[in-house]
């Protein structure tokens, strides 16, 4: 079946530094999601793409379809970008979104 | 206030028990879905309904039974509960289509015993 598969696993990272999540796909995928999962259980959404780059504060997502990725760029991390973060696709089949295993950051002082 | 809504925000219940979860969503969407994350924090699809009519169903098993009075709720039934049904369920909506991005209520953390 689909699969996503996420990187890294854990990730650990000093306030003000920054780094960048990635998510392979095994399938062609129409559209991607990056969620936050916060300290209450809570997915929140950060990002949606079915193609190219959007910026959001410090936050930057891309999606390349046709090289089967997407990926997450955090600059300047802050102590509150803590959690654990996830894509999620939609393939060509319909809209159910396959999860990659998620990456868990922890932002130090 | 436009959003995704669970009850309850926790449930802990004895083996062989049966148990409902409800979900209401404000958004105006036409599709909802419920996914289970365990324990590992994985997340996989269970459900998916669109104006009632169950679209998605994955390979869950037959104790789980969705419920949809409206295109606005989608409750979760479960009979006679497992101990690997323990989980946090999440409910999401969206529009249908494949370019839909889904928003997710707070989740229902189960716990059985």
């Known amino acids: 079946g689909d699969q996503v598969e996420q990187s890294p696993s854990a990730l650990s990272l000093h306030e003000g530094t920054g780094s960048a999540l990635r998510c392979n796909f095994t399938t062609t995928m129409r559209a991607v999601q990056w969620f936050q999962q916060n300290s209450r259980g809570s997915l929140i959404n950060l990002f949606y793409?079915?193609?190219g780059t959007k910026e959001n504060g410090r936050l930057k997502s891309t999606f390349n379809s046709k090289e089967s990725y997407s990926t997450l760029h955090i600059r300047d991390a802050q102590l509150e970008d803590s959690g654990t973060y996830f894509c999620a696709a939609n393939n060509n089949a319909g809209a159910k979104l396959t999860f990659g295993g998620g990456t868990r950051l922890t932002v130090r002082p | 206030e436009t959003a995704v809504f669970q009850t309850p925000n926790y449930h802990v219940t004895q083996v062989g028990n049966e148990v409902s979860f409800n979900c209401k969503q404000t958004?105006?969407?036409?599709?909802m879905y419920w996914y289970k994350q365990d324990s590992k924090k994985l997340l996989k699809i269970m459900f998916s309904y669109n104006n009632k009519q169950l679209i998605v169903n994955e390979t869950v098993p037959r104790r789980f039974s969705p419920q949809s009075s409206d295109k606005a709720h989608l409750n979760l039934r479960i009979k006679s509960v497992e101990p690997e049904d323990s989980a946090v369920y999440l409910c999401a909506s969206s529009w249908r289509g494949y370019y839909a991005e889904q928003f997710f209520g707070p989740g229902t953390r189960l716990t059985v015993l």
């Open positions: 793409l079915a193609s």
């Open positions: 958004l105006g969407h036409d599709t």
